[in-house]
Structure formats: C-alpha cells, structure tokens
C-alpha cells in the first residue's frame, strides 16, 4: 500500500507536493517550498502566466510515452518499447525533472537554487531544452528502430 501524499498549503497540488519532496535534502521542506514559490512568483510577474501553469507544461513536455524493457537475443540486446501505466508517467517525468535540476546544481555549485530551478524550467517550457528532453527523444529515436521487435513482449 502506497502512502499518500498531502497536497501543498498554496497550488493544492500533489504533484508540486512531490517534487517539493525530492528536492528536499535533511528535512529542509520549508526552506524548499519557500524558494520554489519565489521561482513561481518570478515567473508569474515576469510572464504574467501562473507559476504553476510552467510547471505542468515542463511535465508535460517530460512524460514518456512508453518504456523500452531490454530483451536478450542471442548475443545482442534489443530494447522493446512497451505500454506504460497512465499513473506512472507523471511520476517519471518528475524524476526527469528533478535529475535536471540536480545536474544543474551539480555543474553550477555556486549558483542558488531559486535560479538553477527558474533556469531549467524556463529552458524546458520557452525554448525546448533540456537534457532530459534530450533523453526522450533518444528514447523515442531507439523505440522507432526496433519497432520491428513489439511482438516479443509479454
């Protein structure tokens, strides 16, 4: 049994609750959640848009639409696309976003975190960018190639 998560004081939302979650490092979940609104409160008067309204769009540009499972024939590997549960895909692309973020602030240490998440998701929405945009399409590029190979799973 899954435990549930509450949803955020602000946006109502469980899916900003999560992300919120990931990003956290030794309980600091108010220190968090006080910088992510600031990031959504920069948007908002920079873009006149909700703050909330960029975060779905950047998910929504992440959820995968399938998952390759590797399959074994004979001495080579062959990557099978298959169905993904519809529950499952907003999780996933909330750990793409959060492994951006993460490398983000792994190559630009000095950099606060307010901008380093404003960055990745506005690259994300605005312009396309992002390296786990990147990781989807070669995902889909992988999936088309051996397209040919759907039968084999079960």
Known sequence: ???????????????LKKFINHLMKKGKRQKIEKIVYKVFMAIQHTYQLSGLLFFYEGIRLLLPAF????????????????????????????????????????????????????????YLVLEKQNTSLVKKYQTLEIAFTNRKFVHYRW
């Open 67 to 122: 998952l390759l499972v590797p399959y074994k024939m004979g001495a080579t590997t062959i990557f099978i696309p298959n169905i993904l549960l519809c529950s499952k895909k907003p999780g996933m692309a909330l750990h793409a976003f959060v492994a951006s973020v993460n490398l983000a602030k792994n190559t630009n240490s000095n950099q606060k975190i307010e901008t380093i998440i404003l960055e990745t998701l506005l």
């Open 1 to 15: 049994m899954k435990k549930s998560v509450k949803r955020t004081n602000i946006f109502n939302c469980k899916l």
